[in-house]
């Protein structure tokens, strides 16, 4: 079946930039999603489109693609970043959806 | 303001069934795909099935294929799953969720429900 592969964690210093990647065959032909959740929380949505922002997030996340890996990137992180990112997509026909296996940012 | 309201979770026993609803609010619910998610405790998201605006298309994850059923009452802004045959590794907190896509190609969540809980335990 489809997978989804992302680091278990990444660690960064305050105010520094994290990069989260997410790596699937299906990725160039499939938009891929990006999701932060904190603790006792719903996911909330952070990258549409591979690399659309939706409103009220800020400037700091942004997304790209290349090939078969999809990079979630935050500039100048932040203490309130800390959480679980998650990214989510589709395998090449569209029958089904996976979640990568989500990873732990730690802000130092 | 768009909101989802999970219902239904509560402790059941292995081999029982258990049917979820998701309650939508602030927006036309017949123009979305409605998804589910699952997310045992302390472990990450998984994605288990989605239903087209018109009730008429379903996927599923294989995982639970043939124990789950998704189905809609768009008249009653609600979406419902049914679960059945629950072993001890469903139990998970289950959250419904909206896509914001058009196309049947993409799986693109944006709103969730805060979830459900489900515990099944003998």
């Known amino acids: 079946s489809y997978e989804l592969t992302q680091p278990p964690s990444v660690s960064v210093s305050l105010g520094q930039m994290a990069r989260i990647t997410c790596s699937g065959e299906?990725?160039?032909?499939?938009?891929s999603y990006w999701y932060q959740q904190k603790p006792g929380q719903a996911p909330m949505l952070v990258i549409y489109r591979d690399s659309e922002r939706p409103s009220g997030i800020p400037e700091r996340f942004s997304g790209s693609s290349s090939g078969t890996m999809f990079t979630l990137t935050i500039s100048g992180v932040q203490a309130e970043d800390e959480a679980d990112y998650y990214c989510l997509s589709a395998d090449s026909s569209g029958s089904y959806a996976v979640f990568g296996g989500g990873t732990q940012l730690t802000v130092l | 303001e768009v909101l989802l309201v999970e219902s239904g979770g509560g402790l059941i026993q292995p081999g029982g069934s258990l049917r979820l609803s998701c309650t939508a609010s602030?927006?036309?619910?017949?123009?979305?795909?409605m998804h589910w998610v699952r997310q045992a405790p302390g472990k990450g998201l998984v994605w288990l099935s989605r239903?087209?605006?018109?009730?008429?298309?379903?996927n599923f994850a294989d995982s639970v294929k043939g124990r789950l059923t998704i189905s809609r009452d768009n008249a009653k802004n609600t979406v419902y799953l049914q679960m059945n045959s629950l072993r001890v590794d469903d139990t998970a907190v289950y959250f419904c969720?909206?896509?914001?896509?058009?196309?049947?190609?993409?799986?693109?969540?944006?709103?969730w429900g805060q979830g459900t809980s489900v515990t099944v335990s003998s």
């Open positions: 602030g927006f036309t619910l017949s123009s979305h795909w």
């Open positions: 239903i087209s605006g018109d009730g008429k298309t379903r």
């Open positions: 299906a990725l160039p032909k499939k938009y």
């Open positions: 969720a909206r896509d914001l896509e058009t196309s049947s190609s993409y799986y693109g969540i944006d709103v």
